[in-house]
């Protein structure tokens, strides 16, 4: 990659004369991200695989959640181990790990000879999805210059919105190739994790894990791949300066009083991401279109034109992260969630024409992908203090989890008592209450070092703006 250092085009360096290498910072950001692309695969597939399972499966309400559900179970589990594992033996070989997990749990759907199997293959593709989202905007965000490091952390968000939109086109064209055909659709997450398992080879370890961990020498090393003189000498500074003596970090250490406002904020956004209702449009989105009257091929048509939304909205989301900041954006997507879903909800109650469907859920997929997707992943990743990091983003991560899997499980269920619509008034509820959260806790961190937003977060006191 190209070595040449290069101011942030966003906001002046931190430090006076710091210089970035901006080519290797994103190319790196990029690798790691891939871990997001395995989320977005596996998330997206069971969307155009739901239709085939239910025949081959003859799933019921019930065995259909959690069928889906399955997969944040395995979540929770990888976010477990993920936590510790990073902290104590660093974020490159827990990405590797969880590339390794999700190609072998990918075959093992691709050939599973009954539900049990399958389900059980879909829980350990969790654990690689649920390793992978924590650990790659973790390691993304410790790699990154504070004037960058929202959009390089919504690159997680972006491959996991290519990783959708891909599969969503692979899954539309493959549709007519036969009942069992669910199985090639599940067998080809293998190829992006294997490709994500030989870029792993050429990633640096995080510089900010290799100093906590006394290793000065080596974390010196690789910031000096990724900035100037200035950049290293004033990163390993407050690296060390944050980093407090003892043994590694129990998972009682994020219920410090210290660190107590930093997880509050974490997981009530992490399990707002998913309550939010959002998720249920990606992972049903035959159900939905299906209620509005529209045909098979219809339905697997608008996961794709989900996909494309989804996609753009992001990239518009990396270009006002750094610029307008983390808080307007998740103010903008509560607010615009809670009004989209009141007009969704009415739609399908009145069973309106697929078209006018179509139109309000690509506008709420919109403003999702602009907002709580990828801002949501970029706070978990850098309002954490330093030392315990991993195992903090481990627990927000797995309340996440936790709340996708009460969200699709309860979904079929809620849906069959009453009505597709009626699920959609109670996420508006649950956004307008995201709303008034996010306008009294969440404080702003964009242009910030992760060592000053520790400052900021764990000082109890005023909410500042």
């Not at 309002?383 to 903090?392: D, S, T």
Request: with cysteine.
């Amino acid at each position: 990659m190209a070595s040449n250092f290069n101011s942030s085009p966003v906001a002046p360096p931190a430090v006076t004369g710091a210089a970035y290498n901006t080519a290797y910072i994103v190319g790196i950001a990029f690798i790691s991200a891939l871990g997001g692309y395995l989320f977005g695969f596996d998330f997206a597939v069971i969307s155009g695989a739901l239709p085939f399972l239910r025949v081959a499966f003859g799933l019921n309400a019930w065995w259909e959640g959690f069928l889906t559900g399955s997969l944040a179970l395995g979540c929770i589990a990888g976010c477990l181990v993920a936590g510790r594992l990073a902290d104590r033996y660093g974020r490159r070989p827990g990405l590797m790990l969880a590339a390794g997990i999700f190609a072998a749990s990918s075959l093992g759907m691709a050939f599973a000879p009954s539900l049990g199997v399958f389900v059980v293959m879909r829980f350990l593709a969790g654990i690689g999805v649920g390793m992978a989202s924590m650990l790659s905007p973790l390691y993304i965000a410790e790699i990154s210059p504070a004037a960058v490091r929202g959009r390089n952390v919504a690159i997680n968000q972006l491959t996991i919105v290519l990783g959708i939109l891909v599969t969503n086109v692979v899954n539309y064209a493959l549709s007519d190739n036969g009942p069992d055909v669910w199985r090639l659709m599940f067998g080809l997450g293998a190829v992006p994790a294997a490709l994500f398992l030989l870029g792993l080879v050429w990633l640096p370890e995080s510089p900010r894990w290799l100093a906590t961990t006394g290793q000065v020498a080596q974390a010196r090393a690789v910031l000096g791949k990724l900035g100037n003189a200035p950049f290293v000498d004033a990163t390993l500074r407050d690296i060390t300066a944050a980093v407090p003596g003892g043994p590694a970090p129990a998972f009682r250490a994020v219920l410090a009083r210290s660190v107590r406002p930093a997880m509050v904020v974490g997981i009530t956004l992490a399990v707002f991401q998913q309550l939010c209702g959002i998720n249920v449009v990606f992972n049903y989105t035959s159900t939905i279109f299906a209620a509005a009257g529209a045909t098979l091929d219809r339905q697997l048509l608008e996961t794709v034109g989900i996909g494309v939304v989804n996609l753009a909205f992001t990239l518009v989301a990396m270009l006002l992260v750094d610029r307008l900041g983390r808080r307007p954006l998740l103010l903008f997507g509560s607010l615009g969630l809670a009004v989209l879903y009141l007009v969704l909800a009415f739609l399908l109650q009145r069973h309106a024409a697929p078209g006018l469907v179509s139109v309000v859920v690509l506008l709420a997929i919109g403003t999702y992908g602009l907002s709580l997707a990828p801002v949501t992943w970029v706070l978990i990743s850098e309002i954490f203090p330093n030392h315990i990091r991993g195992v903090a983003a481990s627990v927000a991560t797995v309340s996440l989890w936790g709340a996708y899997f009460v969200l699709v499980f309860t979904f079929p269920i809620l849906a069959q008592a009453i009505g597709t619509y009626g699920p959609f008034y109670l996420y508006a509820g649950i956004c307008l209450l995201g709303f008034l959260f996010i306008r009294a806790r969440v404080k702003e961190t964009k242009g910030q070092t992760l060592e000053q937003l520790e400052q900021r977060y764990t000082q109890p006191g005023p909410e500042g703006r």
